[in-house]
């Protein structure tokens, strides 16, 4: 993943000392939360597909494609 995030996008991706993944919000610095669980401790592939399907939604409700 990029360093520097696209303006349009809110999440991405940092690995941790363990050798694990997390997917942050890049506003606030703290991970991401799906249904209330933090999203850290992940292996690098699924890490990649949640910050993809966390920013396409994220875009499409900026755009007001979702309710």
Do not use: C
């Not at 990029?2 to 890049?26: C, H, L, Q």
């Not at 249904?35 to 597909?49: T, Y």
């Amino acid at each position: 993943m990029a360093e520097n995030p696209k303006p349009d996008n809110r999440y991405d991706m940092r690995s941790e000392g363990d050798g694990t993944w997390t997917v942050y919000d890049i506003f606030t610095g703290f991970p991401a939360e799906v249904n209330g669980v933090a999203q850290d401790h992940l292996d690098m592939e699924i890490a990649d597909d949640l910050v993809d399907l966390l920013n396409a939604e994220y875009i499409a409700r900026r755009e007001g494609k979702t309710h």
